[in-house]
């Protein structure tokens, strides 16, 4: 699964994206939410797949602008060698905006609460990923969310020092990790 937030004509949608088309969940009436960082906060992946279901997309990618999937996420940790670091990120942009010096990062975005979790379970309270730019307290992320499901080993997709399963267990047991908060990991 794959979701994004965007803008067409009229307004900010938030869905999943199938193949080249936009599930415009943000249509929903059963789905009040303004963007897919508040969905995420408040339904499992499940509802919002199964919301999804026998809906035919509405919009075709090339006919929107894609946002920030997660145009305001929760926590914002960065790994910084062996460090998590919390970041106050001021401005989250999405996919077409460039920015200077920014360095390139994976962002692993958690889709379950998370609190004191074991290593060997660390990587179950993961949603998916997506390609993040992080330049001082910008944050680009984007163009969607893809969801574990369909990204497979997840350890395989970044370049941080660590496993992600000890990075995500790390942080839970510093803070409380939501859905919808972000850690930006070196992009392998």
């Given at each position: 699964m794959r979701i994004t937030t965007f803008r067409h004509a009229g307004g900010t949608g938030w869905g999943l994206v199938e193949d080249d088309r936009i599930v415009d969940l943000s249509t929903n009436p059963s789905l009040p939410y303004a963007h897919a960082s508040e969905a995420l906060r408040s339904e499992t992946v499940m509802d919002l797949a199964l919301a999804a279901c026998g809906v035919a997309?509405?919009?075709?990618?090339?006919?929107?602008?894609?946002?920030?999937?997660?145009?305001?996420?929760?926590?914002?940790?960065?790994?910084?060698?062996?460090?998590?670091?919390?970041?106050?990120?001021?401005?989250?942009?999405?996919?077409?905006?460039?920015?200077?010096?920014?360095?390139?990062?994976?962002?692993?975005v958690v889709g379950s609460p998370s609190r004191d979790v074991p290593r060997d379970r660390a990587i179950e309270h993961l949603l998916g990923v997506t390609d993040a730019a992080l330049d001082g307290s910008r944050l680009r992320l984007g163009p969607w969310v893809v969801t574990r499901d369909e990204t497979g080993d997840l350890e395989l997709l970044h370049g941080a020092p660590r496993a992600l399963a000890d990075i995500v267990s790390e942080g839970s047991h510093r803070w409380t990790l939501n859905p919808g908060d972000v850690v930006l990991v070196p992009a392998g």
């Open positions: 997309p509405q919009h075709h990618v090339r006919d929107v602008e894609l946002l920030a999937p997660l145009p305001a996420p929760g926590r914002v940790v960065l790994v910084e060698g062996s460090t998590l670091v919390p970041l106050d990120v001021v401005d989250v942009v999405g996919p077409g905006h460039h920015l200077p010096g920014a360095v390139g990062m994976l962002a692993v």
